[in-house]
């Protein structure tokens, strides 16, 4: 052992760098847990309300799917019905015309039976007979103009051989100005050739009659078209829409054209209202009957619906965000107690160092990191000197105050991060020194003695009239197996010396050369 070794005989104390030291366990935290869980639960909230909502929108579509298509398919059996009635008169007219001839009795007859068919069925607004040069033979409501030649029935059946039904876009009526659909037959001679043409004029009010009834809101529509697009009749009526082609219309898509019957969702060409449609081919006629309800009035019970559930997530979101915070607030305050009591069990009441326990922990630590880094550990042992006269003469609570404020002086000493200062017991106190050498050890030894020295606490009985603290210290170089027992004697055993040399002075082993126990 030597006393007072000189620094030039051995390295300087390394130098580290300072860092805000954690020496206290921190228990593993619940706050994650409680944050990642309640995120959980208002995702699965909002998730499943989404597809509440959603599957509830679906579900009103569908409802107003099915309403729209049994609609459809109701007026497009009404409207087979009613053009399977005109077409039967037209028939029958033609049948008289071309067995019985278009003589003046014949033409007096057939008068008869055309103003009877007129008064019977309200449907037809007029029938009537055109030759082959347009000029009307006989007429259940005569026009002032009486040529047919610019009509599409009369052109059509000029040039077109079959026999078929010919229904005709919507036009206004000569005889008194209203819009009627017209549906006519071919004429012919015993030879096959043109004779002319039988016409039924269908009123268009007819059907705005039939459809006044039909509820299919404030605005919806039912139209009725050719199957070129061409529309017949619409309901809320528009005077413009009449005649105007919806062959750009999803309706009349190609894919649609090839189906009798379907749905589907789109903005109206007429009056841009975003409705759901479904449409229906009327049977034996090139008719097309369709049925929309506004979008806007089909999912109006479906959007109040949607705000009251919405409202009823962000009110349960809100409780279970209010729940959660309430637990994390529980959680860390419970963490900064528990952390609290952690480091209170590791640290002297009095001085604020680590205590026995907390020591035991880190030389414990410290010594084995060194066995692996194969550095220098130091340790230093302090003993206030003459502490119990000091004690006896001014007092316990004197005796408590000098020990805060060498346990400060010496916590000053001992500034970097992997250091630990202790109460070792009593006026003793440690301190470790990882990474640390003989010389670097003898350093911070003084320095703390002349810390305490400096601090001229008054003490009668010390020969120098003040407090002194003597100080111990060892280091060792540990091996594999090896204890730090020996550092620890070492240094108790150079605190002795220190005392028995005169106090208020530091005493230091070299470095030991340590073997591995067995």
């Given at each position: 052992?030597?006393?007072?070794?000189?620094?030039?005989?051995?390295?300087?104390?390394?130098?580290?760098?300072?860092?805000?030291?954690?020496?206290?366990?921190?228990?593993?935290?619940?706050?994650?847990?409680?944050?990642?869980?309640?995120?959980?639960?208002?995702?699965?909230v909002?998730?499943?309300?989404?597809?509440?909502?959603?599957?509830?929108?679906?579900?009103?579509i569908?409802?107003?799917?099915?309403?729209?298509?049994?609609?459809?398919?109701?007026?497009?059996?009404?409207?087979?019905?009613?053009?399977?009635?005109?077409?039967?008169?037209?028939?029958?007219?033609?049948?008289?015309?071309e067995?019985?001839?278009?003589?003046?009795?014949e033409?007096?007859?057939?008068r008869?039976?055309?103003?009877?068919r007129?008064?019977?069925?309200?449907v037809?607004?007029?029938?009537f007979?055109?030759?082959?040069?347009?000029?009307?033979?006989?007429?259940a409501n005569?026009?002032?103009?009486?040529?047919?030649?610019?009509?599409?029935?009369?052109?059509y059946?000029?040039?077109?051989?079959?026999?078929?039904t010919y229904i005709?876009?919507a036009?206004?009526?000569?005889?008194?100005?209203?819009?009627?659909?017209?549906?006519?037959?071919?004429?012919?001679?015993?030879d096959?050739?043109?004779?002319?043409?039988?016409?039924?004029?269908?009123?268009?009010?007819?059907f705005?009659?039939?459809?006044?009834n039909?509820?299919?809101?404030?605005?919806?529509?039912?139209?009725?078209?050719?199957?070129?697009?061409?529309?017949?009749?619409?309901?809320?009526?528009?005077?413009?829409?009449i005649?105007?082609?919806?062959?750009?219309?999803?309706?009349?898509?190609?894919?649609?054209?090839?189906?009798?019957s379907?749905?589907?969702?789109?903005?109206s060409v007429?009056?841009?209202?975003s409705?759901?449609?479904a449409?229906?081919?009327?049977d034996?006629?090139p008719?097309?009957?369709?049925?929309?309800?506004?979008?806007?009035?089909?999912l109006?019970?479906?959007r109040?619906?949607?705000?009251?559930?919405?409202?009823?997530v962000a009110?349960?979101?809100?409780i279970?965000l209010?729940?959660g915070?309430?637990l994390?607030?529980?959680?860390?305050?419970?963490?900064?107690?528990?952390g609290?009591l952690?480091?209170?069990?590791?640290?002297?009441g009095?001085?604020g160092?680590?205590?026995?326990?907390?020591?035991?922990?880190v030389?414990?630590?410290?010594?084995?990191?060194?066995?692996?880094?194969?550095?220098s550990?130091?340790?230093?042992?302090?003993?206030?000197d003459?502490?119990?006269?000091?004690?006896?003469h001014?007092?316990?609570?004197a005796?408590?105050?000098?020990?805060?404020a060498i346990?400060?002086?010496i916590?000053?000493?001992?500034?970097?991060?992997?250091?630990?200062?202790a109460?070792?017991?009593?006026e003793?106190?440690?301190?470790?020194?990882?990474?640390?050498?003989?010389v670097?050890?003898?350093?911070?030894?003084?320095?703390?003695?002349?810390?305490?020295?400096?601090?001229?606490?008054?003490?009668?009985a010390s020969?120098l009239g003040?407090?002194?603290?003597?100080?111990?210290?060892?280091?060792?170089r540990?091996?594999?197996?090896?204890?730090p027992?020996?550092?620890?004697?070492?240094?108790?055993?150079?605190?002795?010396?220190?005392k028995?040399a005169?106090r208020?002075?530091s005493?230091?082993?070299?470095?030991?050369e340590?073997?591995?126990?067995?």
């Amino acid at each position: 052992m030597i006393p007072t070794p000189r620094p030039t005989e051995s390295a300087a104390r390394p130098a580290r760098p300072h860092s805000t030291p954690a020496p206290f366990h921190r228990y593993p935290s619940a706050r994650g847990g409680v944050i990642a869980f309640v995120a959980l639960v208002c995702l699965l909230v909002v998730a499943l309300s989404v597809r509440e909502i959603w599957d509830s929108r679906a579900a009103d579509i569908r409802n107003s799917q099915r309403q729209t298509t049994n609609l459809a398919q109701s007026l497009g059996q009404q409207v087979t019905d009613t053009f399977q009635t005109v077409d039967s008169v037209l028939l029958d007219l033609s049948e008289r015309v071309e067995t019985e001839g278009t003589a003046p009795a014949e033409l007096r007859r057939l008068r008869a039976v055309i103003n009877a068919r007129v008064r019977e069925l309200p449907v037809i607004h007029n029938l009537f007979i055109i030759s082959a040069n347009a000029a009307r033979l006989v007429d259940a409501n005569p026009p002032k103009d009486a040529t047919s030649r610019d009509r599409m029935y009369f052109k059509y059946h000029r040039t077109h051989a079959d026999r078929r039904t010919y229904i005709g876009p919507a036009v206004r009526s000569r005889t008194d100005g209203t819009w009627v659909i017209t549906a006519s037959r071919r004429l012919n001679h015993p030879d096959g050739s043109f004779a002319g043409v039988a016409v039924a004029a269908i009123q268009v009010k007819y059907f705005d009659h039939l459809y006044q009834n039909v509820d299919v809101g404030t605005f919806g529509i039912i139209g009725l078209s050719l199957a070129d697009g061409t529309l017949l009749v619409r309901k809320p009526f528009l005077r413009a829409s009449i005649g105007k082609s919806l062959a750009k219309a999803p309706f009349f898509s190609k894919a649609r054209l090839q189906m009798s019957s379907g749905t589907y969702e789109s903005r109206s060409v007429i009056d841009g209202i975003s409705r759901f449609f479904a449409y229906r081919r009327v049977d034996r006629y090139p008719l097309r009957i369709v049925v929309g309800m506004s979008q806007d009035e089909v999912l109006t019970e479906w959007r109040w619906e949607m705000w009251i559930n919405l409202a009823e997530v962000a009110a349960t979101l809100a409780i279970v965000l209010l729940l959660g915070t309430y637990l994390v607030r529980q959680i860390r305050r419970r963490e900064a107690v528990e952390g609290e009591l952690a480091r209170l069990a590791l640290v002297d009441g009095l001085t604020g160092l680590g205590n026995r326990r907390r020591f035991d922990e880190v030389l414990d630590r410290e010594w084995r990191r060194a066995v692996r880094a194969r550095t220098s550990f130091a340790f230093l042992m302090i003993d206030v000197d003459e502490f119990k006269p000091y004690n006896d003469h001014y007092g316990h609570r004197a005796g408590d105050r000098a020990l805060k404020a060498i346990a400060a002086c010496i916590a000053t000493a001992v500034a970097r991060s992997d250091d630990l200062s202790a109460r070792y017991g009593g006026e003793e106190f440690a301190v470790l020194l990882p990474a640390t050498d003989a010389v670097g050890a003898y350093q911070v030894a003084e320095t703390i003695r002349g810390g305490v020295a400096g601090l001229r606490i008054v003490h009668a009985a010390s020969p120098l009239g003040f407090v002194t603290v003597s100080v111990g210290a060892a280091a060792e170089r540990p091996v594999r197996g090896s204890h730090p027992g020996a550092v620890v004697d070492a240094a108790d055993s150079a605190l002795y010396d220190a005392k028995r040399a005169g106090r208020n002075r530091s005493a230091i082993v070299r470095e030991l050369e340590t073997t591995a126990a067995g």
